[in-house]
């Protein structure tokens, strides 16, 4: 049985892990297509922090610079230049190389990770993990409870790397540039599987843009505006 309760809470971290990035740290943080409530903001943050170690300055910086330079020279971990299968194996790899280029971290995110709760606890992205470890433990036991850590940190970093790697690689394209949208791929990422789309209108809180195409975020979204917690700036047109 309690195998069976830490499946559960590795599928419920993981899948909170990804709206949480793709609202906040995507979305909010780095694009600024929505404004969020600071009580929303916080959650969202100690969700990523807890769970993936993810320091947000570093996060918006390697993204930014991604679309600075989308599968060109300079790209931190674009499939057509290193190639689908490095990507898809080692993009934890390549990320953590870029967080590591303090030009990179000062050029494409001056205005993030800045405030006292980053400098104090944010900024620490071993601490996140540890505090998160000690809290599976707490639930699960010693040993279940550090396996089911160690397996929704891994799936979240596949699913980044299925992002990264297939979404510049498969998939159809509705729009003339180097990304790719798949649909299977959105359902399981909070909508991030929409990347054409989202290459085309970078500030849209809404991935979605044609008929038959959904965005798991959205409806979130909307619902954290209805709460008065969040306020989307920009939407993308929708046929």
Sequence with gaps: MTWLYALALVL???QLSTFCTSIYLHRALTHRALVMHPAAAFF????VWLFTGIVPKEWVAVHRKHHRYPD???????????GLGRILLGN??????????????????????????????FRHGVLGPALGIVLF??????FAGGVAYILQASIYIF?????????????????ENTATNLQSVAWITAGEGLHNNHHEFPTSARFSVRRGEFDPSWPLIRLLTALRLARPLYLAPHS
């Design 92 to 121: 934890a790899f390549y990320y953590l190389r870029e967080t590591r280029n303090p030009e990179t971290l000062a050029r494409f995110a001056p205005d993030v990770g800045n405030d006292w709760l980053d400098r104090h606890f």
């Design 159 to 175: 699913l980044n790397a299925i992002i990264n790697g297939a979404g510049h690689a498969v998939g159809y394209q509705t729009f």
């Design 137 to 142: 433990v707490l639930l699960l036991g010693p």
């Design 72 to 82: 060109q020279e300079g790209d931190p971990h674009s499939p057509k230049l290193k």
């Design 44 to 47: 969202m943050r100690l969700q």
């Design 12 to 14: 419920l971290t993981v």
